[in-house]
C-alpha cells in the first residue's frame, strides 16, 4: 500500500535525523535592546543641550520659507556646507518662485552645477517653482502633505520646511539625526520613519521646537559616525551606546 510506505519512509527519515549526529549549531548571541530611557533622563539631556545652546539655528541659508524650500531640496544628498557655497549667489536673483521661473533651468543650472545631481534638482526647483504658483497662490503650504506634493520634497524637506518656517515641532531625520536617536537609544529604529516618530514620542513638548537642531548638531559635531567623540560629549553618562568610550 504505497500511501502507508510512503508516510513509514517519512518517520523513519525524522528518526534519523532526530536521533543522527548531534551538529553543534552556534546560535548568534542576542543583543539585549538597551534599557530604555525614563522621562526624567530625556528631560534631564534636553536641559542640558538647551543650557549649551538656547537657540540653535539650522546651517542651510536661506532668506524665506522659498529659499529654505529650495534649499533643503538642494542638500539631498549634498552637504549643507556644499549647497551654502552656491545658494547666496542664487538667492540674490531668485528668492520667489516667480523669479526662479524666469531665471529658467538652463541659467539655474550655472547656478548650482558644484552640487550632486544638480539636473535633475534644477529641474525639481523650476517645477515647483510651477506649482506654488499654479496651486499655492506662490506661497509655500503650511501642510506636510501639500508640502510633499511638490516636485523633489519628500517628507524630511517637509519637516524642516515645517519646523523652520512655520515653528511646527516636526522632527526630521537625516543621517546625524537617525545615527544619534539610535545609538543613544533614545528612538531606536530600523528606519527614519521609525526613529522620527520614536523621537516624537519621547521628547517632551517644550523641547520639540529646537530638538531637531540640537540632535543634527550633536551628530554632525560630537557623535561622528567613525570617531564619536564621548570624551566631551553632554549626555555621555546617559548614553546607552555599549561601545561609547567613557
Ligand atoms: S556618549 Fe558617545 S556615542 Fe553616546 S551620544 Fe555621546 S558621543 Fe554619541
Redesign the pocket.
Known amino acids: 500500500m504505497p500511501k502507508k510506505s510512503a508516510s513509514n519512509a517519512k518517520a523513519t527519515k525524522a528518526k534519523k535525523a532526530k536521533s543522527g549526529p548531534a551538529r553543534a549549531v552556534k546560535k548568534a548571541p542576542k543583543l539585549k535592546p538597551p534599557r530604555p530611557w525614563t522621562p526624567e533622563e530625556v528631560r534631564e539631556a534636553f536641559s542640558r543641550f538647551q543650557k549649551a545652546n538656547p537657540e540653535p539655528k539650522g546651517e542651510l541659508e536661506h532668506l524665506n520659507p522659498f529659499t529654505l524650500l529650495v534649499a533643503v531640496v538642494l542638500s539631498a544628498p549634498a552637504t549643507d556646507a556644499g549647497v551654502n557655497r552656491a545658494t547666496p549667489a542664487l538667492f540674490a536673483v531668485a528668492d520667489t518662485p516667480q523669479k526662479m521661473l524666469a531665471l529658467g533651468d538652463e541659467k539655474l543650472r550655472d547656478y548650482i552645477r558644484t552640487i550632486g545631481l544638480y539636473r535633475t534638482k534644477a529641474k525639481n526647483v523650476i517645477a515647483l517653482s510651477e506649482k506654488l504658483i499654479r496651486d499655492f497662490g506662490g506661497e509655500v503650504p503650511r501642510t506636510r502633505a501639500e508640502i510633499e506634493s511638490l516636485p523633489g520634497a519628500g517628507r524630511k524637506t517637509a519637516n524642516v520646511v515645517l519646523n523652520m518656517a512655520y515653528g511646527e515641532h516636526t522632527m526630521a531625520v537625516d543621517t546625524h539625526v537617525f545615527r ?1 536617536g539610535n ?2 537609544g533614545l528612538a531606536p529604529g530600523k528606519t527614519p520613519l521609525e526613529v522620527e516618530l520614536g523621537l516624537e514620542r519621547v521628547i517632551p513638548s517644550e523641547f520639540m521646537l529646537h530638538a531637531h537642531h540640537w540632535l543634527i548638531l ?1 551628530g554632525r559635531y ?2 561622528l559616525a567613525r570617531k ?3 570624551e566631551v ?1 553632554l ?2 553618562d546617559l ?1 546607552r ?1 555599549p ?4
Do not use: D, G
Open positions: 544619534v545609538r543613544t550633536h560630537t557623535c564619536p567623540r564621548c560629549c549626555i555621555n548614553c551606546w561601545e561609547k568610550t567613557v
